[in-house]
């Protein structure tokens, strides 16, 4: 360009301002994701030494990972319980704010009240007090006391599980759901952005589909199924990736509690770096399964 | 069939039409009011499951402690006291935290946002070699958790240089441990708190803008970053606002990367986290109490600091409640 031989092409030239646009992104890229990630890797394979000098990794191939695997007694335990987790708390956040999305689609009064509810926990539920909440031992055992001493049985939720439970059909199954019903709170504070998603994908269907819909004999629930979920399916891909990112990289997981606290606490970097790569090859291992399942069943629209 | 019938007599009364419309007309009507009370059932007990422990909270954190172990007080204080603030204000140095937070979290989200707005604009509107590639870098960035580039970026600070400069002519690195120009530098280079996410969704936006528009600039004589700033801002104000609230937001409460690379500075999120230590210390060192606070007041004073740290942002959410919602849902996010 300096040499100033004759004006480079336009497509040259917007090549090359696209690339002083993005430029901020690869240099970032470059130095803290990159290299990092190479050198966290490497560090997962070796002993680090840290001195005040510096940091020596020594190379001792895979003696981290047999480590989490073989030795440590807590990382399996928390790793196959964190991933049953993520499993329920997905399908839950998707099914609630998919009908969530769905009544605060329809008009009524109050509704920007009660949107403005749903979306809160996106402004405080979010980073450190979230943790403050939960990481409170001490009330944690308060509130065991005081339900211990309501005598819960009589509630009427109680009953309910009682009966399906001594019904006999799949227990395992019900269970389950009680425990995602028991922290629907969890799953509300955690679906906001889902809902926010979901909303914008419902408001971009036409109403003359539902109207042909109806005159053609079909009843809600029908044009649920066939209008509204096919044509808001390629949010659901958004979506699933969108819940699983979110639960896997809170920071009061327990796994990455683990993580941090063996870097943090302990100094052990090349153990710790080893059991975060694990958690990321794992976890990128599921969102590249759903995407895979899900781009099959989601219909595109035009 | 209703409507036709309503049409021709206007002052038939409902059931007249009702058996015009053979039962039609009842049946939708009892539906109707069935399904708004249903729902209006179902939308107060979620709106009240969200707002609970905020409405909690702020009962719990005006009660004296004694109000606390009295069975005959649930959520109205006997003994209403502003004492609790005072003392969660002094635990968390309230003031300077407040100033420090702010300070941080507006800088940090205006350059994070700008840094964002430049790079999603050019993934949005120009076509250059390995464009695909370097997206999905993007996507990649928002699927790594931080904590797997943590530790190394840990050791890169504490023993910082550029192209062994410092090495050079001091002899030793930097160490920018607890400093905040770590962080400054990782927000201009994109890699900071959820900025994956605010690129991907700023790109969205400028792709949805008509090419004419550009175009019509650039005939007309525009250069590349006059077009940017005069024919493009302007019109993603609604998005930009929506992303630079969140970042504020989320920087805010963060404590990850606060408590990674902003340690020594005084932030309301990383003093919160402490609150419940000093208040032990507190009742053992000055007050001479033995094994510290109790369970309940400890807990109304975290409660307390909590309601604290969050108050600012609800006064926000209160006034650009529009900002955060109506224009990210109309921005549609489309893949």
Not at chain 2, 28 to 37: D, E, F, L, P, W
Not at chain 2, 188 to 210: E, H, V
Request: proline share 3%.
């Amino acid at each position: 360009m300096k040499k100033k031989k004759k004006p480079a092409g336009l497509q040259k030239r917007k090549a090359i301002s696209g690339y002083l646009f993005i430029s901020p992104f690869i240099v970032g890229f470059l130095l803290f994701m990159v290299k990092p990630l190479f050198q966290s890797l490497y560090m997962s394979l070796s002993t680090v030494n840290v001195s005040t000098s510096g940091f020596q990794p020594v190379f001792n191939g895979i003696e981290n990972y047999k480590k989490a695997f073989l030795i440590d007694p807590d990382f399996n335990r928390l790793l196959t319980e964190e991933l049953g987790k993520m499993v329920v708390n997905t399908i839950a956040v998707l099914v609630f704010s998919f009908f969530v999305a769905l009544i605060l689609n329809q008009k009524f009064r109050g509704r920007a009240f009660v949107r403005a509810v749903f979306f809160l926990p996106v402004i405080i539920s979010s980073g450190v007090i979230l943790g403050v909440e939960y990481d409170n031992t001490l009330l944690a055992g308060l509130q065991e006391t005081i339900q211990q001493s309501a005598n819960s049985d009589t509630s009427i939720t109680a009953a309910i599980e009682n009966i399906l439970v001594t019904s006999g059909v799949g227990s395992r199954v019900f269970e389950t759901v009680f425990e995602v019903v028991d922290g629907i709170y969890d799953v509300a504070i955690s679906s906001g952005i889902q809902i926010l998603i979901f909303l914008s994908a419902l408001q971009t269907i036409s109403e003359s589909m539902y109207e042909a819909a109806d005159i053609e004999g079909c009843t809600a629930w029908e044009s649920l199924w066939k209008i509204t979920f096919p044509m808001i399916s390629s949010m659901l891909l958004v979506n699933v990736v969108y819940t699983i990112v979110d639960f896997c990289m809170r920071t009061d997981s327990e796994v990455m509690e683990m993580i941090t606290e063996q870097m943090t606490l302990y100094l052990d970097y090349g153990f710790s770096s080893a059991m975060a790569w694990i958690y990321f090859v794992i976890v990128g291992a599921a969102i590249g399964l759903c995407a895979l399942f899900l781009s099959k069943v989601v219909y595109y629209y035009e | 069939m209703s409507k036709a019938a309503g049409k021709i007599k206007k002052n038939n009364n409902f059931w007249e039409r009702n058996r015009m419309s053979e039962g039609y007309l009842l049946k939708k009507t009892v539906m109707g009011i069935c399904v708004r009370i249903i729902r209006a059932f179902l939308l107060f007990g979620m709106c009240f499951l969200i707002l609970q422990p905020i409405l909690n909270k702020l009962s719990i954190s005006l009660m004296k402690e004694s109000d606390l172990y009295n069975p005959l007080v649930v959520n109205v204080p006997l003994h209403v006291t502003a004492a609790n603030y005072q003392l969660a204000a002094d635990f968390m140095g309230y003031g300077k935290a407040f100033m420090n937070t702010l300070f941080i979290s507006l800088s940090i989200a205006f350059l994070q946002i700008a840094v964002c707005t430049l790079v999603g604009y050019g993934f949005a509107r120009f076509k250059f070699p390995l464009k695909n590639f370097w997206f999905a870098c993007v996507l990649l960035m928002i699927v790594i958790p931080p904590q797997t580039v943590a530790t190394s970026l840990h050791l890169h600070f504490r023993f910082f240089d550029i192209l062994g400069i410092f090495k050079a002519t001091t002899g030793s690195t930097l160490n920018l441990r607890g400093s905040v120009l770590p962080y400054y530098m990782m927000s201009a280079g994109c890699m900071g708190l959820k900025n994956g996410l605010y690129i991907f969704l700023i790109r969205q936006f400028f792709r949805n803008i008509p090419f004419e528009l550009e175009e019509a600039a650039y005939v007309d004589g525009c250069g590349t970053l006059r077009t940017f700033f005069s024919i493009m801002l302007p019109d993603a104000k609604p998005i930009l606002t929506s992303c630079f609230l969140f970042a504020f937001v989320w920087q805010w409460t963060d404590g990850f990367y606060s408590s990674m690379f902003l340690g020594n500075v005084e932030l309301l999120s990383i003093q919160l986290t402490r609150i419940a230590d000093r208040l032990g210390q507190y009742f053992q060192n000055v007050l001479k109490i033995q094994g510290g606070a109790s369970i309940g007041y400890t807990n109304c004073i975290v409660a307390t600091g909590t309601l604290m740290v969050i108050a600012p942002l609800l006064i926000l959410y209160l006034f650009v409640q529009k900002g955060f919602v109506e224009s990210l849902s109309s921005s549609g996010i489309k893949m």
